[in-house]
């Protein structure tokens, strides 16, 4: 595609239940990124993706959260049993390899609230 | 620890006047540096990079930024703000991940405020 797209742009969900993020990076890049932005923070990198495995899960807050991706493609950001202090903005990017002289491009994000 | 600072929450300039926003970085070695805007409702949009080299570096929409190693600084500067650089601006450091990517450490953001 044109650009990186994540789905839905809000979710609003009750404490405790599961949610999922879903993020279509850009068609041919092979690494992908999961941040989460807290109001007034920075953006918290979660995982990073190359291919389909994940060689840096270090940013993971707890066991609850965990990350997918099919097909060198699509990825989906899991929650489980949700709790009011995630809700954030979860940004997506997508580079061509990931390399460091690389740029990411994010999506807009999916703004999640947990009631 | 890794880390990127920037000391300003908000920024408020009037359109027309000159702009610098500040970034520290606390890295081992040099670091790859970013800066980052992000327009309401969008996602992050890379502005420049700097990895090596000349110490300025110049970015899309008239920015640029210099790298001052004595300082430990990457400042983001533009010689005459519109009201469209009104956003929210990062700046970014990179470590090493496993995978060989470069995962940035992005700092907590500096709110432009542009009045007419």
């Known amino acids: 595609g044109a650009g990186v797209s994540q789905s839905p742009s809000n979710k609003v969900t009750e404490k405790g239940k599961d949610v999922e993020l879903r993020c279509d990076p850009i068609?041919?890049?092979?690494?992908l990124y999961w941040y989460r932005q807290s109001l007034g923070q920075g953006l918290e990198f979660l995982i990073y993706f190359q291919g389909n495995s994940a060689p840096d899960k270090s940013g993971l807050p707890s066991d609850r959260f965990s990350a997918e991706r099919t097909g060198g493609s699509v990825s989906t950001l899991t929650i489980q049993r949700t709790q009011q202090e995630d809700s954030a903005v979860y940004l997506c990017?997508?580079?061509?390899?990931?390399?460091?002289?690389?740029?990411?491009?994010f999506g807009p994000g999916t703004r999640l609230l947990v009631l | 620890a890794q880390s990127v600072t920037q000391p300003d929450i908000h920024i408020t300039v009037s359109e027309g006047a000159s702009l610098e926003l500040r970034c520290n970085y606390s890295?081992?070695?040099?670091?790859?540096l970013f800066w980052y805007v992000q327009s309401p409702g969008q996602g992050l949009q890379l502005l420049l990079k700097?990895?090596?080299?000349?110490?300025l570096v110049q970015g899309i929409k008239g920015f640029e930024a210099e790298f001052k190693r004595s300082q430990s600084s990457f400042n983001l500067r533009k010689p005459s703000v519109h009201w469209s650089d009104a956003a929210e601006y990062f700046c970014?450091?990179?470590?090493?991940?496993?995978?060989?990517?470069?995962?940035?450490?992005f700092g907590r953001g500096t709110s432009l405020i542009v009045h007419p």
């Open positions: 068609s041919g890049h092979t690494a």
């Open positions: 700097y990895f090596s080299g000349d110490t």
């Open positions: 970014a450091g990179t470590k090493h991940a496993s995978g060989g990517s470069y995962i940035p450490t």
């Open positions: 990017a997508s580079s061509r390899q990931g390399g460091d002289l690389e740029t990411q491009y």
């Open positions: 890295y081992g070695a040099t670091p790859y």
